[in-house]
């Protein structure tokens, strides 16, 4: 059981910035694929980012150049640095990692966090 923990939301005013973190523990073996996405009121999931082990790195076309995901495999952490922050970014937003354990080094799970609010007002 893999546990992922979000911190760094809050209140930001349009055109200002956050950073989010998310830290995983427990029994890892590996972790592979890390991934924040979000979720406004009333609207469905979606993936804002995407890294792989290797650092490749994917975005959803309405954050590209102002948000930039990143992760330090020693510290088992995703971070996703958000710019030029605008309303429309108001949601949820939860990180998610594809990992291995030890007792099963060939099977790929999944974790999610338990969420972080990022308001976008003035």
């Known amino acids: 059981q893999v546990q992922l923990v979000e911190s760094g939301g809050g209140l930001v005013q349009p055109g200002g910035s956050l950073r989010l973190s998310c830290a995983a523990s427990g029994s890892i073996f590996r972790i592979d694929a890390m991934g924040w996405h979000r979720q406004a009121p009333g609207k469905e999931r979606e993936l804002v980012a995407h890294?792989?082990?290797?650092?490749?790195?994917n975005y959803v076309d309405s954050v590209k150049g102002r948000f930039t995901i990143s992760r330090d495999n020693a510290k088992n952490t995703v971070y996703l640095q958000m710019n030029s922050l605008k309303p429309e970014d108001t949601a949820v937003y939860y990180c998610?990692?594809?990992?291995?354990?030890?007792?099963?080094?060939?099977?790929?799970?999944?974790?999610w966090g338990q969420g972080t609010q990022v308001t976008v007002s003035s």
């Open positions: 890294i792989t082990r290797d650092g490749t790195t």
């Open positions: 998610n990692a594809n990992y291995r354990t030890p007792l099963s080094t060939l099977t790929s799970f999944a974790s």
